[in-house]
């Protein structure tokens, strides 16, 4: 089984910035994606950025130019640094593991106040 345990977030004004993590612990391929998916009230999960263990990435058009997503293998985790937030980005923040399975964390409030 693979855990996922994300923390920051929180509460920013616009033009302001955070930063998410998440540690992956369990059984976990050495081969994987990892990223941040992210979920606003009434509206679906929507991927956000992703990173494979190579270090290649893919972002939203929406965020693409303001965050960045990094990892360090060797800790299994994942980083989303967020620049330059908008009210539209306030949201619950999931992180994901891709390899043979797909696991979600619990998810993080993220929260832009004009």
């Known amino acids: 089984q693979v855990q996922l345990v994300e923390s920051g977030g929180g509460l920013a004004q616009a033009g302001g910035s955070l930063s998410l993590s998440c540690a992956a612990s369990?059984?976990?391929?050495?081969?994987?994606?990892m990223g941040w998916y992210r979920q606003a009230p009434g509206k679906q999960r929507d991927l956000v950025a992703l990173?494979?263990?190579?270090?290649?990435?893919n972002y939203a058009p929406s965020v693409k130019g303001r965050f960045t997503i990094s990892r360090d293998n060797a800790k299994n985790r994942v980083y989303l640094q967020m620049n330059s937030l908008k009210p539209e980005d306030t949201a619950v923040y999931y992180c994901?593991?891709?390899?043979?399975?797909?696991?979600w964390g619990q998810g993080t409030q993220v929260t832009v106040s004009s």
């Open positions: 369990g059984s976990i391929s050495s081969t994987n994606v």
């Open positions: 994901r593991l891709i390899a043979a399975n797909v696991y």
């Open positions: 990173i494979s263990t190579s270090g290649a990435t």
